[in-house]
Each structure stands twice: as structure tokens, then as C-alpha cells.
């Protein structure tokens, strides 16, 4: 049964970086697509990134400038780098898993992980 | 860009019959995914490709979709459906999600 894990600080101070990483267990990273979604307190969701098993990337257009999303297949991890925080960038961060895109679900979750922004 | 619209909340009985509306653009054309999210917890799939259930997902959750709007809808809503719900689907290999919809069983 695959479980994912997210892990990082969750305290970053304003226009430094947010760093996450989220470890996959169960199964490989070398197949499906992996996200990030983060959700600010009491708001809706909001996707992030997505990175598939060769490598390619997706980014939600009003975060690109800021974000890279990158995998390690030999520790079947990915990671999440968020540049330039702001108190806006407050959120559970969660990591997902899709099988593939354009219309595949978010079958499974990570717990998520609060990042607060503040100094 | 494109966006899903969800009615901010709806409420309902115990035993009767609730449905949330999700509306997009053609959204008949995409694959829409729904989600249950508690207080405190990660969200969870209970419908995808419009109208398909995961394993686990009990009967009373139902999809459709028609024209701009898909519908979940929940029969015979127990006090445990209570929660927000989420639709979800990809445009040009973006993913949109609607706002949610806190469900209150009342």
C-alpha cells in the first residue's frame, strides 16, 4: 500500500525559501505522476506542481517564477523548493499521487504538513 | 484561466438526499474528480471520472456530469458525510480546483 509522507521546517521566515520533501513508501516514484497541493488555512486547495516518473514538469502559472519541483528516484522521494515566501504562502502542504494527467484522480494523500510564514 | 465554481455551502437531513453542483466551461468534456475533506484531515477521492467510485466509497456517493455542471450527490446523507467537498479537474494538463462546498448535516 503505498503512503506518502511530507517532511520540512515549518517555520520560514518572509523572502526566504520554502523547502519540502515528501517520501513515498509502498511503491516506486518510477511510475504515475506526483503533486503538490497546499491549502491555506480555512481556504480551498490549491495546486502547486506536478512531476511525473521521466522527469517532466508542470507548474501552476501564478507560481512558477518561484517554484521547481525535482524527484530522486534512488530515494524515492520528491521535493518541492518555494522561493520568495510570504505570509500568503501559509499553508498545509500536501503531496499526492496521480496515475497519470489530463484526467487522472488524486488517488492518494500525504498528511500534510503546516508551513507558517512568519518571523 | 479556467475555473470551477461550487456553491460555498449546502445543507441537508439525515437520511435525505443532497447534491453539490460544479460548473465549468464544457466541463461535460473533462474527467471531474470529487473530494471528501474533514476538519484536520488530508482530502479523500470519492469519485472520479465523473461518475466512478474508489474502493471503500460507499453507494450513497454518486457523480454525473451534463453539459457545464457536474453533480455529486449523496443519498441518505449520514452525520459522518458532514465535511467539505472539492471538485477537480485537469485543462491542458492544469489542474483546477473548485473552491468546495461545506456540506452541513443538519
Known amino acids: 500500500q503505498v503512503q506518502l509522507l511530507e517532511s520540512g521546517p515549518g517555520l520560514v521566515k518572509p523572502s526566504e525559501t520554502l523547502s519540502l520533501t515528501c517520501t513515498v513508501s509502498?511503491?516506486?516514484?518510477?511510475?504515475?505522476?506526483w503533486s503538490w497541493i497546499r491549502q491555506p488555512p480555512g481556504k480551498g486547495l490549491d495546486w502547486i506542481a506536478y512531476?511525473?516518473?521521466?522527469?517532466?514538469?508542470k507548474y501552476n502559472p501564478s507560481l512558477e517564477s518561484r517554484v521547481t519541483i525535482s524527484s530522486d528516484t534512488s530515494t524515492n522521494k520528491f521535493s518541492l523548493e518555494l522561493r520568495s515566501v510570504t505570509a500568503a504562502d501559509t499553508a498545509i502542504y500536501y503531496c499526492?499521487?496521480?496515475?497519470?494527467?489530463?484526467?487522472?484522480?488524486?488517488?492518494?494523500w500525504g498528511q500534510g504538513t503546516l508551513v507558517t510564514v512568519s518571523t | 484561466s479556467y475555473e470551477l465554481t461550487q456553491p460555498p455551502s449546502v445543507s441537508v437531513s439525515p437520511g435525505q438526499t443532497v447534491s453539490i453542483t460544479c460548473s465549468g466551461d464544457?466541463?461535460?468534456?473533462?474527467?471531474v474528480s470529487w473530494y471528501q475533506q474533514k476538519p484536520g484531515q488530508s482530502p479523500v477521492l470519492v469519485i472520479y471520472?465523473?461518475?466512478k467510485r474508489p474502493s471503500g466509497i460507499p453507494e450513497r456517493f454518486s457523480g454525473s456530469n451534463s453539459g457545464n455542471t457536474a453533480t455529486l450527490t449523496i443519498s441518505g446523507t449520514q452525520d459522518l458525510d458532514e465535511a467539505d467537498y472539492y471538485c477537480q479537474a485537469w485543462d491542458n494538463n492544469y489542474v483546477i480546483f473548485g473552491g468546495g462546498t461545506k456540506v452541513t448535516v443538519l
Open positions: 499526492a499521487r496521480h496515475p497519470h494527467v489530463g484526467g487522472d484522480p488524486f488517488d492518494i
Open positions: 471520472e465523473r461518475f
Open positions: 464544457n466541463l461535460e468534456r473533462k474527467y
Open positions: 509502498g511503491g516506486s516514484i518510477s511510475n504515475k505522476y
Open positions: 512531476i511525473s516518473h521521466s522527469g517532466s514538469t
